[in-house]
């Protein structure tokens, strides 16, 4: 087995950014960690990828071909098709190593998660090429610091979790940024079971039209019914709750669990010659 977190998230959610916080991460715990670069129109790196898209295909080999002449989001969706299309040059270059731990840095175009087949696609043929997968999707707490604004990040989280039909794990990025009284509000949000949320948008947003306050009402209702959807705050700086974070992905990828299968063998024929 291998095992896989699709990074995704709306652009400038903070992906790469976590993706080189877990890889720093795994070298302080001795862990190796590697990224493929899944952006075809990414500029910059804080990291070195292990496998990068542009090898294969560029944006901007999209938007200056005389044929296709993409904008920037037409050509991100056909790169994405292009890597679809050449699985094979993904497949050769992710090899057949066993145990291996990979980061998907996808790119930020949402629709990629929330309605097109592309990254179902690619999911299919990680789970054949043996990849145990878990979708990480990563939100900026910024737009997160209200109940209308919470139900609506809530939403895309959702249609993401449906879409993809994925283990899935939403992370609250960018906790460092916001204020004390901003933090308490949130973890009001955050608790399970608590009505803060719903009680929140009766108090402040008065303004929404009676249509629109019920529909978001109804919503609400229901995420918090169903228990559909949590958020873990990330914090970079702190290494207890990247590590708490980890542990949590790492049980939902069943990581490590073979070598405790192992052990636990190991134990029943110890006991047995006992
Ligand atoms: N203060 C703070 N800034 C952050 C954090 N995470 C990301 N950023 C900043 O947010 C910006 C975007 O971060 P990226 O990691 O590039 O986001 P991304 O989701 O990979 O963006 P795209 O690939 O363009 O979709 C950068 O300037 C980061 O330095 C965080 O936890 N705290
Ligand atoms: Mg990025």
């Known amino acids: 087995m291998r095992y896989a977190q699709l990074v995704t998230g709306p652009a400038g959610s903070g992906k790469s950014t976590y993706c080189n916080a877990l890889v720093q991460h795994g070298f302080n715990t001795k862990r190796e960690i590697n990224i493929v670069n899944l952006d075809p129109a990414a500029e910059y790196f804080s990291y070195e990828p292990f496998i990068d898209i542009r090898n294969l295909i560029h944006v901007q080999d999209t938007m200056e071909d005389e ?5 920037p989001n037409g050509g991100l969706l056909y790169c994405m098709d292009y890597l ?20 998907f840095d996808c790119p930020g175009q949402i629709e990629l998660y929330t309605h097109l087949t592309t990254f179902r696609k690619l999911i299919a043929l990680l789970q054949s090429w043996n990849f145990n997968l878990c979708c990480v999707y990563l939100l900026d707490v910024q737009f997160m610091t209200d109940g209308a604004k919470f139900v609506s990040g809530t939403m895309s989280a959702l249609s993401v979790m449906v879409n993809l039909e994925l283990p899935h794990v939403n992370l609250l990025t960018k906790m460092d940024l916001i204020s004390k009284s901003t933090k308490k509000q949130l973890d009001r949000f955050l608790e399970p079971d608590s009505h803060a949320l719903l009680g929140d948008i009766e108090l402040n947003h008065s303004w929404f039209n009676d249509k629109y306050k019920r529909l978001t009402d109804a919503i609400g209702q229901l995420v918090e019914d169903h228990s559909l959807v949590r958020f873990l705050p990330l914090n970079l700086n702190d290494e207890e709750n990247l590590s708490d974070i980890l542990l949590t992905i790492d049980n939902i990828l069943q990581f490590g669990e073979d070598q405790d299968v192992k052990t636990k063998d190991y134990d029943v024929i110890d006991e047995e010659n006992d």
């Open 84 to 103: 679809i299309k050449n699985a094979d040059w993904l497949q050769g270059q992710l090899g057949t190593q066993e145990d291996d731990y990979i980061l």
């Open 67 to 71: 044929d296709l002449q993409f904008g």
